[in-house]
């Protein structure tokens, strides 16, 4: 089925796959159909194109211009806008520099959800290019004290990013990380889960006695907060390997996972501290 009726039919799934398959040719006509087609599916071709640009940026990024010109004229599509660019941008200085008057400018948006994306896409950009969001470190900050558990999930996962190369930058903020965590449901803890990595690995003493409740998630219901957790467990194993010893049982069980990138993931963290 070509693209035009896959699109017109809102069968995105199938339009990843093409874009997948199709490579830089889909992706130009994709931009082409941004320009000009409607709301929904306009969502829906960002919505892929900011999926696949975490894979492939280098097919994506040099679009940047075109994307912020439909987020102009349509205000409405600035959550999935955000997302997007967020993935297409960060490996890419000048490109994340582009985008970051928007994304600043959402940071203050009203709507909640607004915010969020913007957060995650800042913090896609501060892992990389920290010095280039510093001043946004305040307001990821506010947002842990947000009503919202999906805005402190957003804002500590922003923080999280960012502190995996600059943990000095977020490394003031554990008090208030711990506190989060303490009071976050499972489906909202995992950007805390990813900070905590990042700061245990540079400072491990900071995180020593909150290891149990780190492990603990291991045996989360939840997928992504297992997988946080796996990355944040194996990363401070890196440099500690003493403080995630009781981790091992669970890894080694979750290297067996159905699910292939909880294995590959947990396979990854036990090769990492060599156990």
């Not at 960012?162 to 711990?178: A, R």
Request: aromatic residues 6%; contains cysteine; glycine residues 8%.
């Amino acid at each position: 089925m070509k693209l035009e009726q896959l699109l017109k039919e809102k069968k995105f799934g199938e339009v990843a796959d093409a874009l997948y398959k199709g490579r830089q040719q889909t992706v130009e006509e994709l931009i082409r159909r941004l320009q000009d087609c409607d709301q929904e599916t306009q969502r829906g071709i960002l919505n892929v194109l900011g999926r696949y640009g975490f894979d492939h940026p280098e097919d994506v990024y040099a679009y940047t211009g075109s994307i912020m010109k439909v987020l102009d004229e349509n205000p409405g599509l600035k959550s999935e806008g955000a997302c997007a660019l967020g993935n297409l941008v960060f490996n890419y200085r000048d490109k994340s520099e582009e985008v970051l008057p928007l994304l600043k400018e959402m940071m203050q948006d009203d709507d909640v959800f607004i915010r969020q994306d913007a957060a995650y896409a800042i913090g896609n950009i501060g892992f990389n290019y920290p010095e280039l969001v510093r001043d946004q470190i305040a307001a990821l900050v506010e947002m842990l004290d947000s009503a919202s558990e999906d805005e402190r999930e957003a804002g500590a996962h922003a923080l999280g990013k960012i502190g995996v190369n600059s943990p000095e930058l977020i490394k003031d903020e554990f008090p208030k990380l711990v506190d989060v965590l303490r009071h976050a449901k499972e489906t909202s803890c995992g950007g805390v889960v990813f900070a905590f990595g990042a700061l245990g690995f540079n400072y491990p003493d900071m995180v020593r006695e909150h290891m149990p409740t780190l492990i603990g998630y291991l045996n989360s219901g939840d997928p992504a907060v297992v997988k946080n957790a796996i990355m944040a467990i194996g990363i401070i194993g890196m440099n500690s390997p003493e403080l995630i010893e009781d981790a091992l049982p669970y890894l080694k069980k979750l290297a067996a996972s159905k699910d292939r990138e909880i294995g590959l993931n947990a396979m990854v963290a036990m090769t990492r501290i060599k156990k």
